[in-house]
């Protein structure tokens, strides 16, 4: 499959006008859609997405517009970069502009909560695609450090082997190196798990835990979300890769992560809306994943308890300090 001539990104927060900056650094012909007039307008104009990426001065060849049709317009790669709780409604509304035959890549990191579904399965079933049409990237890949094109590696997943080296053409600069995979099930399933164990790395910052703490964290997250990923079919070396234990490392362990830092102002004895408040209207997705997760562990029969615990401190009440009590005081077991 010939490399991408033109590529339409939806959404223009930190990771899709990040990601429009790779894709057009790459050589790629890209047009970003942002849903506020002035944000395309200030893109265009001072080359800047002053709300999202401060500082950061975008390429000359990216254009950006409010107009969907227009950013879809005879683009053989769609970018679905907005929130995954808003994918569905979002994507019904472009269906009906997608040029037959374009790769949808999705780069958001959740699983639905009205479904328990993975986001390229809600693609899949909204734009009426076949699966191979439908691609995730995804990896340790905090937005500012790529805008800032300090190095980073990623994973370009497709069923459609071919598909995916086209895409990892089109998104390849000299600071940005993609791999291609074609599990999505595992990339999806890691992506949207690491947002959780991120939040509770963030209580565990916010309780005044060290790198033990964390470590063990990490290392025991890994564990619950590659046994969830097998649970549904996914390949359990995908969790050890970019997308998985990569993405997990890069997320827990940086400030820069909202989750993380969400689950750090809970930690410190916030409240939901207060941290929610103090995010300024930036998603963090395990909020509300953690949720869907934790049914979708319990539909398969798998144990998840520190999605658990972390969906039970956003939404049942339960407080950090206790909730890490109640894992430290679970039935003991070998490794
Ligand atoms: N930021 C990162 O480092 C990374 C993020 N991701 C994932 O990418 C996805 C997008 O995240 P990110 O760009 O960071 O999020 P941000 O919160 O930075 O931006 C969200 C974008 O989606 C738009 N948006 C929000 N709600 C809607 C809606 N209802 N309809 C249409 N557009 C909407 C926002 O528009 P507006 O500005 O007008 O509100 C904004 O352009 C998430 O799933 C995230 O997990 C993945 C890798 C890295
Ligand atoms: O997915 C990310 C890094 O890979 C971004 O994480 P946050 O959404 O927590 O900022």
């Not at 780069?107 to 399965?121: D, N």
């Not at 079919?233 to 490392?249: E, N, Q, R």
Request: with cysteine; proline share 5%.
């Amino acid at each position: 499959m010939a490399r991408p001539e033109r590529i339409a990104v939806l959404g223009a927060g930190s990771w899709g006008t990040t990601f429009a900056k790779v894709l057009a650094d790459a050589g790629s012909d890209v047009v970003l859609w942002a849903r506020r007039a002035e944000v395309a307008e200030a893109i265009n104009g001072s080359r800047c997405n002053a709300g999202y990426l401060p500082g950061v001065r975008l390429p000359e060849s990216l254009r950006a517009t409010d107009d969907a049709a227009a950013a879809v317009h005879d683009a053989d790669v769609v970018v679905l970069a907005v929130p995954s709780q808003t994918l569905r409604e979002n994507l019904a509304g472009w269906q009906p502009l997608l040029p037959a035959g374009a790769t949808l890549v999705s780069l958001a990191k959740g699983v639905e909560l009205s479904t328990l579904k993975r986001m390229s399965e809600v693609i899949g079933e909204v734009a009426d695609v076949p699966m191979e049409q439908v691609a995730v990237v995804s990896g340790p890949n905090l937005a500012k450090e790529i805008a800032a094109e300090q190095p980073t590696a990623t994973v370009v997943a497709c069923a459609d082997h071919d598909r995916a080296i086209a895409l990892q053409h089109a998104c390849s600069t000299p600071y940005f190196r993609p791999y291609t995979n074609t599990d999505l099930i595992g990339i999806e399933i890691a992506g949207a798990c690491k947002n959780v164990i991120a939040l509770a790395c963030g209580m565990a910052v916010g309780l005044g835990f060290g790198h033990n703490t964390m470590s063990s964290l990490i290392t025991r997250g890994l564990a619950e979300t590659t046994r969830l990923g097998v649970a549904l079919g996914a390949d359990p070396m995908t969790f050890a890769g970019l997308a998985g234990l990569g993405d997990l490392v890069a997320t827990c362990m940086s400030p820069l992560s909202r989750n993380r830092t969400f689950g750090e102002r809970l930690g410190r004895g916030e409240t939901l809306a207060q941290a929610q408040e103090a995010a300024h209207g930036q998603v963090s997705e395990g909020v509300k994943s953690c949720s869907s997760i934790r049914q979708l562990a319990a539909r398969h029969g798998v144990e998840m308890p520190i999605t658990d615990v972390v969906h039970r401190v956003c939404h049942e009440g339960l407080q950090p300090g206790p909730a890490a009590a109640e894992l430290l005081g679970r039935e003991r077991k070998p490794e």
